[in-house]
Each structure stands twice: as C-alpha cells, then as structure tokens.
T-cell receptor, first 115, second 113 residues
Framework: AQSVTQLGSHVSVSEGALVLLRCNYS??????LFWYVQYPNQGLQLLLK??????LVKGINGFEAEFKKSETSFHLTKPSAHMSDAAEYFC?????????????FGTGTRLKVLA | NAGVTQTPKFQVLKTGQSMTLQCAQD?????MSWYRQDPGMGLRLIHY???????DQGEVPNGYNVSRSTTEDFPLRLLSAAPSQTSVYFC????????????FGQGTRLTVV
C-alpha cells in the first residue's frame, strides 16, 4: 500500500524567503512522486516529478524537490518566494509497475506569501 | 490540444436528483480517473479506468457510477444526489508514456441542497 503525508496544512513565508513544503511517502515498491499546484478555482498543474532518474528534480517556476529514499521524503523547495506562489500544493505518489496507475494524494499544503 | 475538458463547471442539484459529469480528453491516454476534493482531505479517488470497457472502484465509490465506452470519454454519474456529495470533482488522465503524470481538468463544483 502507498500513502503520502504532507506536514503542515498551512505554511506562511515572507516574500523573498525560502519555501519548504514537506512530503513523506510510504511505498512497498520504488515510487514515482509528483508535486502539483492548485491556484484558486483551477485544476491541478504539475510542478515536477520524480521517476527514478536524478534524485534532485527541477520543476517550473523555480521549484525543486529532492528524493531521499533513506528518509522516504520528497520535500518541495524554492529559494525565494514570490507573491504569485500563493496556492495549494499537493504531493502525490504512484507505482511505476502498477497496471492501475492509481495516484495517492496528500491532504495538501496551502502556501501564503506575506508582503 | 484541449487536454482534459470537464463540463459543467458549476452545478446545483436537489437531493435525490441525478446527473452526469462529463469528462473528455484528447491525448489518447489509457488511464482516466475521477477524484473528489474536500477541504482538508486532499483528493480522493472515486473510480478509475485503465482503458475502454474497463472500470474499477477507488477509495470512495458509493453513490457514483462510471462507464468508459471510448478512450476519450469517462462520464461520472450521480444516481441520487445527497448533500454529502457536495464537493469539487476533478477528472484526470495519464499514460505510461511520459512518466505517468496526471493531467487534470478544471473541475466541477457541485452543490447538493
């Protein structure tokens, strides 16, 4: 079975500060991991994905995440927050060997950027 | 390409009414799924399909039906709407090609009164 835990349902940072959103996963097989962003009243947009290649993954809008197998983590970071980063962020896991392509999502972290 | 298209964007139903949420994708993706999003609960899988004619239940299937007669379309039917089905519904599609990332529609905001 797979699961995802996102620590912190709400995170506030000042504009220009480091953004760190935490995601821990559980999986009995090597996972594929994703970060999605959701702006108000919109669908989910892929930020970045880990598919067993490089452990440090760079995504859109300056975000990156590092896959750490020993810590079962896939935390999302951005060196300098911008007001436009305010949104809800979801971590998701799936199994690359599963024929069902099921995705398990975390409960989300709402990021607030303070001026 | 339009990607994943959901209709309608908003809907208000009375308890006991039925309706169908439409989902279509133009990426020739094998896998399609329906999720509901509720505050503090993330996205929960309702039903999914791995190809035309094949569907299966997800985490929260009760009160919903699906069918997949074509690769492109994956409608979600509410048989007898209940207030507990008030939610935002998302359809997604993906493929083993290109890393299995899911592409999402814009969502349908459903209110059952």
């Amino acid at each position: 079975a797979q699961s995802v835990t996102q620590l912190g349902s709400h995170v506030s940072v000042s504009e220009g500060a480091l953004v760190l959103l935490r995601c821990n996963y559980s999986s009995s097989v090597p996972p594929y991991l994703f970060w999605y962003v959701q702006y108000p009243n919109q669908g989910l947009q892929l930020l970045l994905k880990y598919t067993s290649a490089a452990t440090l993954v760079k995504g859109i809008n300056g975000f990156e995440a590092e896959f750490k197998k020993s810590e079962t983590s896939f935390h999302l970071t951005k060196p300098s927050a911008h007001m436009s980063d305010a949104a809800e962020y979801f971590c998701a896991v799936t199994s690359p060997t599963s024929g069902t392509y099921k995705y398990i999502f975390g409960t989300g972290t709402r990021l607030k950027v303070l001026a | 390409n339009a990607g994943v298209t959901q209709t309608p964007k908003f809907q208000v139903l009375k308890t006991g009414q039925s309706m169908t949420l439409q989902c279509a994708q133009d990426m020739n993706h094998e896998y399609m799924s329906w999720y509901r999003q509720d505050p503090g609960m993330g996205l929960r899988l309702i039903h999914y399909s791995v190809g035309a004619g094949i569907t299966d239940q997800g985490e929260v299937p009760n009160g919903y039906n699906v069918s997949r007669s074509t690769t492109e379309d994956f409608p979600l039917r509410l048989l007898s709407a209940a207030p507990s089905q008030t939610s935002v519904y998302f359809c997604a599609s993906s493929s083993p090609r290109g890393g299995r990332e899911a592409f999402f529609g814009q969502g349908t905001r459903l209110t059952v009164v």
